[in-house]
């Protein structure tokens, strides 16, 4: 099994910035990526940004520009640093890490944007 423990989440005004960071523990031999997906209220939880161990992102459309994601291999830690926020990323950052047949998540952290 793998643990995920987020951060960072909060309460901040549109145009403001957070960062968020998860660590990993337990069985993280074989992890290939970490990212984050999140979800709105009565929507479904959409990938958000991934890393992979080789440094290759991907990237929402809608926060290609503003969202940046990055990870620690040595400390199995990953970053989503948040800029230029909106009202429209108000929701729950959920942490994941992936391996070649499983896949994780975190409890979730409470990310929302006053207009």
């Known amino acids: 099994q793998v643990q995920l423990v987020e951060s960072g989440g909060g309460l901040v005004q549109a145009g403001d910035s957070l960062r968020l960071s998860c660590a990993a523990s337990?069985?993280?031999?074989?992890?290939?990526?970490m990212g984050w997906y999140r979800q709105a209220p009565g929507k479904q939880r959409d990938m958000v940004a991934i890393v992979d161990t080789w440094g290759v992102t991907n990237y929402a459309d809608s926060v290609k520009g503003r969202f940046t994601v990055s990870r620690d291999n040595e400390k199995n830690t990953v970053f989503l640093q948040m800029n230029s926020l909106k009202p429209e990323d108000t929701a729950v950052y959920y942490c994941y890490a992936r391996r070649p047949t499983s896949f994780y998540w975190g409890q979730g952290t409470q990310v929302t944007v006053s207009s």
């Open positions: 337990g069985s993280i031999f074989g992890i290939n990526a």
